[in-house]
């Protein structure tokens, strides 16, 4: 095999999406969609819109994931592009350790309707640990996030970020009505979250 079939072959796989056999259930609280959409938007409706970011946390007992908390880092952002400062990221470790929260994942937007990971979305997670979501929002988030089908549900395994298939997600994850936390460690002197 040539080398462009060789990386044709590598990306139609990459893109495979896939279906776990596994016994994982996400509990996601329906105020967490809420202020993730909310934040993605307040990226998205800027004077040149920008990609934004949320990270996910909550809490696991064996199969048994709720999602239940929202944290906004820092980030230096772009129309195309959406970076975590490593402060922030100290300061969203400190963040869970303070309030007894796991890392769940995390959630950003694309400025079109492609929700698959870019090889800088892969490359630049600030976290790549089995099991670990990345959800990426269409649009900006400007048409939201559901039904979670429309974004492109990640989940880091076997050393990647794997897409996982619709009816993985329509089985496996659930909203709930239950509280939720927010936490917003963006920079307040930044001029774009300045009202």
Same mark, same amino acid.
């Given at each position: 095999?040539?080398?462009?079939? /060789?990386?044709?072959?590598?990306?139609?796989?990459?893109?495979?999406?896939?279906?776990?056999?596994?016994?994982?259930?996400?509990?996601?609280?329906?105020?967490?969609?809420?202020?993730?959409?909310?934040?993605?938007?307040?990226?998205?409706?800027?004077?040149?819109?920008?990609?934004?970011?949320?990270? /996910?946390?909550?809490?696991?007992?064996?199969?048994?994931?709720?999602?239940?908390?929202?944290?906004?880092?820092?980030?230096?952002?772009?129309?195309?592009?959406?970076?975590?400062?490593?402060?922030?990221?100290?300061?969203?470790?400190?963040? *869970?350790?303070?309030?007894?929260?796991?890392?769940?994942?995390?959630?950003?937007?694309?400025?079109?309707?492609?929700?698959?990971?870019?090889?800088?979305?892969?490359?630049?997670?600030?976290?790549?640990?089995?099991?670990?979501?990345?959800?990426?929002?269409?649009?900006?988030?400007?048409?939201?996030?559901?039904?979670?089908?429309?974004?492109?549900?990640?989940?880091?395994?076997?050393?990647?970020?794997?897409?996982?298939?619709?009816?993985?997600?329509?089985?496996?994850?659930? *909203?709930?009505?239950?509280?939720?936390?927010?936490?917003?460690?963006?920079?307040?002197?930044?001029?774009? /979250?300045?009202?």
């Amino acid at each position: 095999m040539n080398v462009s079939g /060789w990386l044709s072959f590598f990306w139609k796989k990459r893109k495979l999406r896939i279906s776990p056999n596994d016994g994982l259930r996400y509990s996601v609280s329906q105020g967490v969609i809420n202020k993730t959409e909310e934040i993605l938007l307040q990226y998205g409706t800027l004077k040149n819109p920008n990609e934004g970011f949320v990270y /996910w946390g909550g809490t696991q007992n064996g199969d048994d994931v709720f999602i239940n908390t929202v944290v906004a880092p820092d980030t230096i952002s772009t129309e195309g592009s959406v970076e975590v400062s490593k402060e922030s990221i100290f300061f969203y470790i400190k963040t *869970l350790s303070d309030n007894n929260i796991v890392h769940i994942g995390q959630v950003h937007s694309h400025p079109s309707s492609w929700v698959d990971h870019s090889s800088g979305d892969d490359e630049w997670a600030s976290f790549k640990n089995e099991g670990l979501v990345s959800i990426v929002v269409p649009e900006y988030g400007l048409n939201g996030m559901l039904p979670l089908k429309t974004c492109g549900v990640h989940r880091y395994t076997f050393g990647m970020f794997r897409r996982l298939s619709n009816s993985y997600i329509s089985k496996r994850f659930n *909203l709930v009505d239950e509280e939720f936390k927010f936490f917003d460690l963006r920079n307040k002197n930044d001029e774009r /979250w300045k009202k």
